[in-house]
């Protein structure tokens, strides 16, 4: 289930009875007055407009967030991701303005206990992966609606990240929920032309 939230998508699903969030977009406080309960945050990457609201839910709920280990020095804060471009410059200041504090109970998505299969798809981030729950797939910022791809200046490596989309295109899933954006189909997505790789 999509909820109502800042800055990214944040989609609430079930897994062995257990409710696990998906990306806490900017504003944990809004996210908090839509569940009852929570059992695990999962962090499909580790940039500011994903993961700003674990620390406020983790206060609220005293739940676990998930993220790849080579992510994990970002949500802790230990490390700052450098953005290229004017749009790369405005995120910055953003981060900057919103006097982010890092989440406290970060682990491993490895560690995680559940049927839910993670895969790893970096070069939007380092530690960039995609969560499956059947025939869904829960992208981060993989793709956007309509299939469209990131900005190369939000990427930390773009030509791994060009890969790692060719390779998700591959896999089997029907509907892919993105970060950004509605829902992609996948029978809908036309024909991906060979991406430049420079």
């Not at 998906?22 to 504003?27: E, P, R, Y």
């Not at 471009?85 to 890092?102: D, P, Q, T």
């Not at 609606?145 to 490596?157: E, Q, T």
Request: hydrophobic share 35%; net charge positive.
């Amino acid at each position: 289930m999509r909820l109502k939230s800042r800055g990214c998508n944040a989609y609430l699903i079930e897994d062995r009875s257990r409710k696990i969030l998906i990306d806490t977009g900017t504003d944990g406080k809004l996210l908090a007055k839509q569940i009852e309960e929570l059992d695990a945050i999962i962090i499909t990457h580790a940039h500011f407009d994903h993961i700003a609201g674990a620390r406020e839910l983790e206060r609220i709920f005293g739940c676990p967030i998930y993220v790849h280990p080579e992510d994990m020095p970002y949500v802790l804060g230990e490390k700052e991701f450098n953005f290229s471009g004017f749009m790369g410059m405005m995120a910055k200041m953003l981060e900057k303005l919103s006097n982010y504090r890092a989440p406290e109970n970060v682990r491993s998505i490895f560690e995680l206990e559940s049927s839910l299969k993670t895969v790893h798809l970096p070069g939007h981030t380092p530690g960039s992966v995609c969560i499956f729950k059947g025939s869904n797939a829960y992208c981060g910022d993989l793709i956007r609606n309509g299939g469209k791809l990131s900005l190369r200046s939000f990427c930390s490596d773009y030509k791994r990240y060009l890969e790692s989309v060719k390779e998700f295109i591959e896999m089997e899933w029907e509907i892919a929920y993105p970060g950004h954006g509605n829902e992609v189909r996948k029978s809908y997505l036309k024909p991906l032309k060979p991406f430049p790789m420079k």
